[in-house]
Nanobody, 118 residues
Framework: QVQLVESGGGLVQAGGSLRLSCAASGIIFSINAMGWYRQAPGKQRELVASITSGGTTNYADSVKGRFTISRDNAKNTVHLQMDSLKPEDTAVYYC????????????WGKGTLVTVSS
């Protein structure tokens, strides 16, 4: 069984910064893509950013230039540095990882709340 545990959410004023982290643990042979999704109240979950095992990144247009995703393959962790936060970034942020173990499947964390006040 694989677990993803997020940390780093909280309340911040508009223009501020937060850094989210997600650590994967359990029986892991390797981790393919890792990413961050978010879900605001009344909206569908959306991709924020993703990163492959080779370091190729992808960002939602709404966060390009403000958010940076990174990963530490040795520690099975992924981070999301969020700068110049806006009230519309308020959401629950979820970590997602495609993990290869005895099978290969995607896992989700339980989420961490980010609230940006105006």
């Amino acid at each position: 069984q694989v677990q993803l545990v997020e940390s780093g959410g909280g309340l911040v004023q508009a223009g501020g910064s937060l850094r989210l982290s997600c650590a994967a643990s359990g029986i892991i042979f390797s981790i393919n893509a890792m990413g961050w999704y978010r879900q605001a109240p009344g909206k569908q979950r959306e991709l924020v950013a993703s990163i492959t095992s080779g370091g190729t990144t992808n960002y939602a247009d709404s966060v390009k230039g403000r958010f940076t995703i990174s990963r530490d393959n040795a520690k099975n962790t992924v981070h999301l540095q969020m700068d110049s936060l806006k009230p519309e970034d308020t959401a629950v942020y979820y970590c997602n990882s495609v993990v290869a173990a005895f099978t290969t499947r995607a896992y989700w964390g339980k989420g961490t709340l980010v609230t940006v006040s105006s």
